[in-house]
């Protein structure tokens, strides 16, 4: 609109009291300018605001070419990409087979479907995904076969190079001596403890009245010696204390007797009898000759008699080895013999008094169900136990591993900070 044939403007109108408040001073002109806005959208097609988002919006589902071209200009696709992305005109073969519809050849039996409808080809090739296949079974190693790598076999290094001649050669790794050797069981009997070890009768979830009271008992009878023991060593400490208070106040008793002795001013330095003591002499030459002489005598005889055992010993090294190999002979029999014994007799809480290590092996856990905890279903019982524990310590009792305490706050390197004084060392030029 022209701004020569609008109306007056007002723009700021504080009161409409006045003469100039009238209504020719009144400013239409945004008014104005929406109403031709309004025109010009009519006149194209129509309100932008009373359309709907599908007449005002489209959607772009091929894309734009210029853009794709552009991209491919800048990242080419794979040859591979490109062959499957070839799609041909002709449809594919359907070949599905229909029931009741054959093309006149008879299978033979051994391509014939199973019952379940599944061939064999796609029988085996299930089994492979769901068991792993090839890529689990390759690195299991049987009993009596040998591995292909050995981890302790000297490794070819092969020509040192000259440039490198003055470092030191790196040594082969060697396998230590034990693992030639059988691991050594704690049992206290010899015999051979298994992987899993069968559970006694009365541990079960519904024994038998006599298996279960017979273990009851059994484990009452050791709890109460555990009790007894502990008793022994509270009264032994209770004793130990009222001596050692005892002996506390024997003593306050001897330092007041000394005190009430210095107030009366005794001395032994006082007395005659100190007067007629007499001095000890000094010792002759010949005195001293002799008792160097015989002093010399003593360790010669010690000497002799050492030399003498120490050949007796030599002579009967022998029979120490007889001795020591028939020990063998028989304790290998012994493992032999026992070793085919059932699981049932092998009580694996009763151990040897030397272990491997320091450290003592942990207590096995009470297998033993109370009378108010017996349940008749298998649905009201509660998970009990801990199978990596039972077979964490069924490996430190079989001897496969050193029993050790977790280390909780590990010992940090001490390190020493010194302040080097090279900034003494100058030289003055001259």
């Keep these: 609109m022209d701004r020569s044939t609008a109306p007056p403007q007002q723009h700021k109108q504080p009161s409409r009291k006045g003469k100039r408040a009238w209504r020719k001073n009144v400013d239409v002109s945004e008014v104005q300018e929406g109403l031709e806005v309004v025109r010009e959208e009519v006149i194209h097609g129509g309100i932008i605001a009373e359309k709907s988002s599908d007449a005002l919006f489209t959607l772009d589902s091929t894309g734009s070419a210029n853009i794709q071209n552009s991209y491919n200009k800048i990242h080419k696709p794979l040859k591979a990409d490109q062959i499957l992305a070839q799609r041909s005109l002709v449809p594919a073969i359907d070949c599905r087979k229909r029931s009741g519809v054959t093309d006149g050849i008879v ?7 199973k019952s379940n409808g599944i061939s064999p080809q796609e029988y085996e090739r299930l089994k492979i995904r769901a068991y792993g296949g090839e890529a689990v079974t390759k690195d299991i190693v049987k009993a009596d076969a040998i591995p ?3 981890p302790w076999a000297e490794e070819n290094i092969g020509v040192q190079d000259l440039r490198f001649s003055y470092l030191e050669k790196a ?28 559970p006694g009768p009365g541990t079960s979830y519904n024994p038998i009245f006599e298996d ?21 060593q509270a009264k032994a400490e209770a004793e130990l204390q009222a001596r050692i208070v005892e002996a506390q106040n024997e003593r306050v008793d001897l330092l007041t007797e000394d005190e009430s002795a210095w107030e009366g001013i005794e001395s032994e330095y006082e007395g005659a009898e100190w007067l007629k003591k ?11 000759n002799k008792v160097n002489r015989r002093k010399e005598a003593e360790r010669q005889a010690k000497r002799d008699m050492e030399l003498k055992r120490r050949t007796q010993q030599a002579l009967q090294i022998k029979a120490i080895a007889l001795q020591v190999h028939s020990r063998d002979a028989t304790k290998n029999m012994a493992i032999a013999t026992t070793g085919d014994s059932s699981d049932e007799e092998i009580d694996d809480r ?4 030397r272990t491997l290590g320091k450290n003592a092996l942990p207590a096995k856990p009470l297998e033993l169900v109370l009378p108010e905890e017996l349940q008749d279903s298998l649905r009201l019982l509660k998970p009990e136990g801990n199978l990596l524990g039972d077979r964490f310590r069924n490996l430190m009792v079989r001897g496969k591993i050193e029993s050790r305490k977790p280390i909780s706050q590990p010992k940090k390197a001490r390190r020493t900070y010194t302040e080097k004084w090279t900034y003494k060392d100058f030289t003055v030029s001259a």
Aim: net charge positive; aromatic share 2%; charged share 40%.
């Design 212 to 232: 279960w009271n017979q273990l009851l008992t059994e484990e009452g009878n050791k709890e109460v010696k555990v009790e007894k023991r502990r008793r022994q």
């Design 171 to 198: 040594k082969p790794v060697r396998a230590p001596k034990s693992l030639t050797e059988a691991p050594i069981s704690l049992l206290g009997s010899a015999k051979v403890m298994p992987a899993v070890i069968k």
């Design 350 to 353: 009763m151990l040897r008094r």
């Design 107 to 113: 299978e033979p039996s051994s391509k014939r479907r």
């Design 148 to 150: 292909k790598y050995d």
């Design 278 to 288: 007499r001095r000890p002499e000094r010792k002759t030459p010949a005195e001293r």
